[in-house]
């Protein structure tokens, strides 16, 4: 099992930023890659950022590239999501996950263990 606590969220206004973290412990060592997803009310779930064990590959959502940068530092067993000029569509639910999944980097179903989610609001 492997459990992850995601913190850092907040309020925000338009233009600014927020670092969230993911805390992952268990069985951390299985891992194949870690994202972020996040959910506004009434929508579904939606990829965001993810990053392989190693941190040598990452990969975006096209409405966050070049504003959100992902990374780990594994010593720590912890995820990290910089956001930089936040926008109020970004307010969501923030999701941590943990993948056992070589293949489904961009969808929900590829991920196996979930964080209990942070809230980012962003105000304009």
């Known amino acids: 099992q492997v459990q992850l606590v995601e913190s850092g969220g907040g309020l925000v206004q338009a233009g600014g930023s927020l670092r969230l973290s993911c805390a992952a412990s268990?069985?951390?060592?299985?891992?194949?890659?870690m994202g972020w997803f996040r959910q506004a009310p009434g929508k579904e779930r939606e990829f965001v950022a993810a990053?392989?064990?190693?941190?040598?590959?990452?990969y975006y959502a096209d409405s966050v590239k070049g504003r959100f940068t992902i990374s780990r530092d594994n010593a720590k067993n912890t995820v990290y999501l910089q956001m930089n000029s936040l926008k109020p569509e970004d307010t969501a639910v923030y999701y941590c996950?943990?993948?056992?999944?070589?293949?489904?980097?961009?969808?929900?179903?590829?991920?196996?263990?979930w964080g209990q989610g942070t809230q980012v609001t962003v105000s304009s």
């Open positions: 990053i392989s064990w190693s941190g040598d590959s990452t």
């Open positions: 996950a943990d993948s056992r999944d070589p293949r489904r980097v961009f969808t929900a179903m590829g991920y196996d263990y």
């Open positions: 268990g069985r951390t060592f299985r891992s194949y890659r």
